[in-house]
């Protein structure tokens, strides 16, 4: 072009431009309700969910400060109805208090309000769409990547089936919880003063299933053989992948979501009093034990401390 404005810095990357908007710091947003947590079972520490609303008629890029840098984060749901948004954060542990902090970036042309009289305003070539105004914050980024969390979510491993067991047996074996499973990508700065900002895709559904047999005898005159029973047991975990900052480092590990058991045992007819045969259950997983979005995450690490 042989007109406009560009700010390049020692990298030879563009960071100010007239024809690239730059995201600016809209505010804090508002918390507005608290999910009461749960399930804290099978050896997870729970979760718990904060929803948060703020008013923009732009897409707001949301950046999470923790205040309880030894838990996992990440924005579970972002909705909108006509200027509200929405954000569900969910947050490792039961514990309501500590929530995190959501600070709010729009482009420089959604900000408005300032009074201040000096500063730098990069136009557009329409004259009207602002791309960067130093008056509102800009946004600055001081890390960032890609990463993944670890590919198996529980402590002991991606839960199995196995069989063999007594019939009627129930007693779990496995530990769903996920706080060693993460990998780690090296960041610097003061951790206590960092935020993120990194989508939460990849979610799995895992199981520990427990089949139980036995085959009780039958008299030689009732016909002889034996009574086939069978059991099934069956716990299983919801995660959906979230992160941690911490000293020198960002994390990618999981959160876990939802929980539940189901078992069920039957046995045929025959035995010693003859008879038909039976059952019962109880309990059902309704999710497909399967992990989807398994992918390496980009993400962005801002100083909150920039911004109030």
Known sequence: MSYGFSAINTSGQVIISDEMENLHFLGKATLNSI???????YGSDGRIIFTYTIT????PLVFIKPTDYARWHAVLTQSVSGSTWT???IVSGTSSSNPPELFCFVNANSTSGTT???GLVVWKSDGTTRTFDSRYNPLVVTGGGTIAPDSC???DGCPTTTSG????YNTLDHDFGSENQYNSSAISGTYTDLMFSAPSLVQGVYKRQAEGYKCSSIPWYEGGGCQPHWSTAMWWFMYRGGFRIRSGYFDAGWIGYSSGYSFSSTFESGGWFGGGGGGYSTGSMPYTAKTINYTSNAYMIADSTRYG
Do not use: M
Not at 56 to 59: E, V
């Open 116 to 118: 201040s009289t000096h």
């Open 56 to 59: 923009t008629s732009a897409t």
């Open 87 to 89: 954000f569900d954060v």
């Open 165 to 168: 067991h007594p019939w009627n």
């Open 153 to 155: 979510p529980s402590n």
């Open 35 to 41: 999910d009461g947590g749960g399930h804290n079972n």
